[in-house]
T-cell receptor, first 114, second 116 residues
Framework: SQQGEEDPQALSIQEGENATMNCSYK?????LQWYRQNSGRGLVHLIL?????REKHSGRLRVTLDTSKKSSSLLITASRAADTASYFC??????????????FGSGTQLTVLP | NAGVTQTPKFQVLKTGQSMTLQCAQD?????MSWYRQDPGMGLRLIHY???????DQGEVPNGYNVSRSTTEDFPLRLLSAAPSQTSVYFC???????????????FGSGTRLTVV
């Protein structure tokens, strides 16, 4: 079963606009991660936010985490055509037999129009 | 630095055939895993390993075998291919044997498998 679910499934914006993607998850987590996947390629790790952090920045990326709502958001500012990709959140439960596993959502397909 | 290398990149099998998908990493990572990616399903964990000689099942292990004889290699074997195994397969590795939760994954570029 999928731990994380992204919303929306697809997002289309103009170059220069900001893109926001959301992720909801079900169980207590240690960390939450975001990955990018360009068409036909493997996933690339973007950013990790720990359960005791509320916000984290990396370049044009801003990630927030609300553990009370079991949700996270990924904001890409000043988007570029090269940001066109699928974005996935990934979580692992903090306890239990699955603590060594990372579960991915089904992703948000972002299209940035030039 | 090659990272995670998967071979082959593409493969077509007939139903009932067997094959091995190769995965090798050169980062001395303890943890390795196999995922399959299907449209609308995200990535689902097949098998994973926390070190040489240690493997365990993930969410969808049926029809697949793995072994980990060295730190570097983690092959995935399809025992008797079925059309339901048509998918894109990704190998991923992580630094710690405690799993990718703290350090994230490095992914290979994938193997696109079609079973006819």
């Amino acid at each position: 079963s999928q731990q994380g679910e992204e919303d929306p499934q697809a997002l289309s914006i103009q170059e220069g606009e900001n893109a926001t993607m959301n992720c909801s998850y079900k169980t207590s987590i240690n960390n939450l991660q975001w990955y990018r996947q360009n068409s036909g390629r493997g996933l690339v790790h973007l950013i990790l936010i720990r359960s005791n952090e509320r916000e984290k920045h990396s370049g044009r990326l801003r990630v927030t985490l609300d553990t009370s709502k079991k949700s996270s958001s990924l904001l890409i500012t000043a988007s570029r055509a090269a940001d066109t990709a699928s974005y996935f959140c990934a979580t692992g439960p903090s306890t239990g037999s699955s603590a060594r596993q990372l579960t991915f959502g089904s992703g948000t397909q972002l299209t940035v129009l030039p | 630095n090659a990272g995670v290398t998967q071979t082959p990149k593409f493969q077509v099998l007939k139903t009932g055939q067997s094959m091995t998908l190769q995965c090798a990493q050169d980062m001395n990572h303890e943890y390795m895993s196999w995922y399959r990616q299907d449209p609308g399903m995200g990535l689902r964990l097949i098998h994973y390993s926390v070190g040489a000689g240690i493997t365990d099942q993930g969410e969808v292990p049926n029809g697949y075998n793995v072994s980990r004889s060295t730190t570097e290699d983690f092959p995935l074997r399809l025992l008797s291919a079925a059309p339901s195994q048509t998918s894109v397969y990704f190998c991923a590795s992580s630094y710690s044997n405690r799993g990718p939760s703290n350090y994230g994954y490095t992914f290979g570029s994938g193997t696109r498998l079609t079973v006819v």
